[in-house]
């Protein structure tokens, strides 16, 4: 929706909602509020993954144009920091150096709000490329922002993104970052909200909307790295977390420590599953919170 005014970007965005709830759900007698905008709706990302291809014999970056692999290059995307498109042009300088850049499947640049630092992860086909730790260094070198480099292989020929194998070219694996008050670490290929100023006014809300009062026993539905969960924890006399991601659940248990949150308790699962089988020990929730993934709700 970027070609239309902000303020118009808004108001069909509540239309998509409207018409998803009520022409598709069939939903009746639901108030649509007003969507909550953002100040300057710009730069604000901070996480972006690039497909890498050679066209007319150099590598680019880019996006794939729906429902083909067709790759449109990046020259500058305006949702990126600067730094990200930065380091996007920087790339594709030193990766037309690699011998075999076919085996390079994919770039994803994340930043963090605390001190604006960056990881950048690439996605390879095999875990033995030569021409990765030379690449590092130089991005590192290039980039004092940048504090770690981390490679992911991805062996199958599937559409998911990442696979099973992590290791640290340069710095940690993990990267931490903070909304509000609460601080995350979060493991390379966990999910976190890609708007941290929005993410801020979305948690806001389901506090609001929650009315806790210390009594309530809430179960976050989806709960990913816990960041919801430990949003509402302190007002709340216990949260349970359910995620079928089993990295993102021991992020979340890590959070919760770190947050020094004692009253969170995070599941692995499907919801689905889950659900009936806490009900049937006794768990019952005063407050539900579901935020599921785009997919929608199994």
């Known amino acids: 929706l970027q070609h ?6 808004l108001e069909l965005k509540a239309i998509l909602l409207s018409d998803a709830l009520l022409r598709i759900g069939k939903l009746k007698d639901i108030k649509i509020h007003p969507v909550l905008g953002m100040k300057e709706p710009w730069g604000y990302r901070n996480r972006a993954q690039f497909h890498v291809k050679k066209i007319n014999g150099k ?5 794939f144009q729906p429902g083909t692999q067709k790759l449109t290059p990046v020259e500058k995307c305006w949702l990126l920091p600067d730094i990200f498109n930065d380091i996007v042009r920087f790339l594709e300088k030193q990766l037309d150096q690699w011998e075999d850049v076919s085996e390079l499947l994919h770039v994803v640049i994340k930043k963090n ?26 991005l590192a070198d290039f980039f004092p922002k940048i504090v ?6 991805n062996k199958g020929r599937t559409p998911v993104f990442f696979g ?43 506090l609001d909307y929650a009315g806790l009062t210390g009594k309530e026993e809430v179960i976050d539905v ?31 248990k890590l959070n919760a420590q770190l947050n020094k949150v004692s009253n969170a308790e995070f599941f692995a699962g499907k919801s689905e599953l889950l659900l009936p089988e806490m009900l049937q020990k006794g768990i019952k929730a005063d407050v539900i919170v579901l935020d599921p993934p785009r997919k929608g709700c199994a």
């Open 113 to 138: 709000r605390i001190q604006d630092e960056v990881a950048v992860i690439f996605v390879t086909r095999r875990a033995q490329v030569l021409e990765l730790k030379d690449t590092a260094l130089a």
């Open 148 to 153: 770690s480099v981390i490679q992911n292989v």
């Open 59 to 63: 590598v680019r970056l880019g996006f």
């Open 222 to 252: 989806y709960c990913g790295t816990g960041s919801i969960s430990l949003w509402l924890a302190p007002k709340a006399k216990k949260v349970y977390g359910i995620e079928e991601f089993k990295e993102a659940v021991e992020d979340a």
């Open 164 to 206: 099973p194998k992590w290791r640290a070219v340069l710095g940690s694996e993990r990267i931490q970052d903070r909304i509000g008050k609460v601080i995350l670490s979060v493991s390379p290929g966990s999910f976190v909200q890609v708007n941290p100023e929005q993410t801020e006014a979305l948690y806001s809300r389901v």
């Open 4 to 9: 239309v005014d902000y303020r118009y970007q």
